[in-house]
Antibody, heavy 120, light 110 residues
């Protein structure tokens, strides 16, 4: 059974940093691209970043480019999202998700999400 | 501000069919065959319903179908059921932006 378990969310002050983790199991992690998507309360889905199978290619939404860094450790079956310079606009539920195939960014498995709250 | 445009809401009665549109540009929807559709019930995780414009993941009922014409993709749900009431999001490969989402459509089953 595929499982994605996010962690690392919490309350952080404006300007602060957080590192989110996503522990994967139930599939060959290193064979799939992965991504992060967030959803602010009552709002829609917002794609943030994706990373290819090896970790050699990364992609970012304009709104987080330069502030967020996606990475993965295939030996630990773990995906990461390093976030800096956080603002209230970054408050949201952050999901990690697995791409369904090697050719598409569509995601067939999602974690339950980890909540990030940016507030003083 | 979402990159792909979806109607805010649609509705239909049980047994009817509804179609949700998703309009982008030639740089995303029109330029790639990588449109996906997600269903999200309140408080739940998004569920992939369609990928690569028309493909259904295993377990998704064939009542859900999709297509694309030019810069507009569409999701059609036939034989509407109460459990289909949810928010639906389209997404597309967006070239340099890689992935873009629509703003979401709330489907109400009357």
């Amino acid at each position: 059974e595929v499982q994605l378990l996010e962690s690392g969310g919490g309350l952080v002050q404006p300007g602060g940093s957080l590192r989110l983790s996503c522990a994967a199991s139930g599939f060959t992690f290193g064979n799939y691209a992965m991504g992060w998507v967030r959803q602010a309360p009552g709002k829609g889905l917002q794609w943030l970043s994706s990373i290819n199978e090896s970790g050699g290619r990364t992609y970012y939404a304009d709104s987080v480019k330069g502030r967020f860094t996606i990475s993965r450790d295939n030996s630990k079956n773990t995906l990461y999202l390093q976030m800096i310079s956080l603002s209230a606009d970054d408050s949201a539920l952050y999901y990690c998700a697995k791409a369904i195939t090697v050719t598409t960014a569509a995601c067939d498995y999602w974690g339950q999400g980890t909540l990030v709250t940016v507030s003083s | 501000q979402s990159a792909l445009t979806q109607p805010r809401s649609v509705s239909g009665s049980p047994g009817q069919s509804v179609t949700i549109s998703c309009t982008g540009t030639s740089s995303d929807v029109g330029g790639y065959n990588y449109v996906a559709w997600y269903q999200q019930h309140p408080g739940k995780v998004p569920k992939l319903m369609i990928y690569d414009v028309t493909k259904r993941p295993s377990g998704v009922p064939d009542r859900f179908s999709a297509s694309k014409s030019g810069n507009t993709a569409s999701l059609t749900i036939s034989g509407l059921q109460a459990e289909d009431e949810a928010d639906y999001y389209c997404s597309s490969h967006g070239g340099g932006k890689y992935v873009v989402f629509g703003g979401g459509t709330k489907l109400t089953v009357l």
